[in-house]
């Protein structure tokens, strides 16, 4: 008789048949940018919504810390910061989530660690109404591309890229700037760096799912979905640091 695989096992397996590397990055004289993706209090702080954590959770934490570490540095270098607020208009859904992060509520702000981005020269706001923070830069009445603007602005050949939630809104704004690069709207963008503790994503058992009415095509468990969002990246040509100098 053969047993279902726990969690723990098939994590076990993902892990040894779909690896990722990870490589320190070391920013140097690197003309870089810090984008940071939706770190806000809908996603990250305890108790703020249906999206965010129910209870405090050592991974979204660590995002944070890596996050307000790796922000103030930049700051410190007048080097350019990019930070993506998850906004949505009340009413106005966003399948297959429920409301979450509406205009007004509060939920659509800097987590408190954050909040002093508010009033940093160097950051860059940019309220998105979905997923794709790149889809959700362009400008409805002219076009234009406010992420490919900010780099070609800066002239940046990397950025640095951490935020909530890694397999998620993380992921699809990679995975599309890697195809903006290499389609040439940023021509001297070279490496897109994902940095593995300053992402982060939620955990969602089955038990816990069907318990809501969800399908089972909502269960999220943290460590495995974490781990395939940075395959799915690397494996698309993103640089993952293990550490960042």
Not at 62 to 72: C, P, V
Not at 164 to 185: E, K, P, Q, Y
Not at 231 to 237: E, H, Q, V
């Given at each position: 008789m053969t047993h279902a695989p726990t969690i723990e096992t098939a994590f076990e397996a993902v892990r040894e048949h779909l690896p990722v590397a990870?490589?320190?990055?070391?920013?140097?004289d690197r003309r870089c940018g810090l984008v940071i993706v939706d770190e806000v209090n809908g996603f990250a702080s305890v108790g703020a919504g249906a999206l965010a954590p129910p209870m405090p959770n050592e991974q979204v934490d660590?995002?944070?810390?890596?996050?307000?570490?790796?922000?103030?540095r930049f700051a410190e270098r007048d080097a350019p910061i990019l930070a993506f607020l998850d906004t949505h208009e009340p009413g106005k859904p966003e399948p297959p989530y429920p409301p979450h992060c509406e205009r007004g509520?509060?939920?659509?702000?800097?987590?408190?660690?954050?909040?002093?981005?508010?009033?940093?020269?160097?950051?860059?706001p940019i309220r998105k109404d979905c997923i794709n923070g790149f889809v959700g830069a362009i400008d409805r009445d002219s076009g234009e591309n406010h992420v490919a603007g900010w780099v070609n602005r800066g002239r940046l050949d990397s950025v640095l890229?951490?935020?909530?939630?890694?397999?998620?809104?993380?992921?699809?704004?990679?995975?599309?700037?890697?195809?903006?690069?290499?389609?040439?709207?940023?021509?001297t963008l070279v490496d897109i760096v994902v940095y593995d503790a300053g992402c982060a994503t939620y955990d969602l058992t089955k038990e816990t799912a069907r318990n809501l009415g969800l399908p089972d095509t909502?269960?999220?468990?943290?460590?495995?979905t974490h781990h395939l969002g940075l395959?799915?990246?690397?494996?698309?040509?993103a640089v993952l640091a293990s550490s960042v100098s």
């Open positions: 990870a490589v320190p990055f070391d920013i140097g660590r995002m944070i810390a890596e996050t307000d570490r790796l922000a103030r509520t509060g939920e659509e702000e800097l987590v408190p660690a954050l909040a002093w981005l508010t009033d940093c020269p160097q950051a860059t890229v951490v935020g909530i939630c890694t397999d998620i809104c993380v992921m699809d704004f990679v995975l599309t700037m890697l195809s903006a690069r290499n389609h040439g709207l940023m021509p909502a269960v999220h468990p943290q460590a495995m395959y799915f990246m690397a494996s698309r040509g």
